[in-house]
């Protein structure tokens, strides 16, 4: 993991630890329900093919901007 010097508190990274596991748990989501849709399609999923399923992932909890769920499908 790359270490870097910042004058930035520990609150704030603590948040921006929070957001990355968000991040990661999103992007596992995805990948996760790519590959079940592959072994039982064999197809892979767009864009637009994820959107049904992360609809409203910002406000059951995820606490993510809609352009970063956007960017992880």
């Not at 049904?52 to 995820?62: E, I, Q, S």
Request: charged share 25%; with cysteine.
């Amino acid at each position: 993991m790359a270490r870097f010097r910042s004058e930035v508190g520990p609150a704030i990274l603590a948040g921006v630890a929070r957001t990355i596991e968000k991040v990661v748990f999103l992007w596992n989501y995805c990948d996760e329900l790519s590959i079940k849709v592959w072994e039982r399609e064999r197809r892979f999923l767009s864009g637009y093919d994820f959107h049904p399923f992360t609809k409203g992932a910002g406000k059951a909890g995820l606490d993510l901007h809609s352009g970063t769920i956007q960017c992880c499908r």
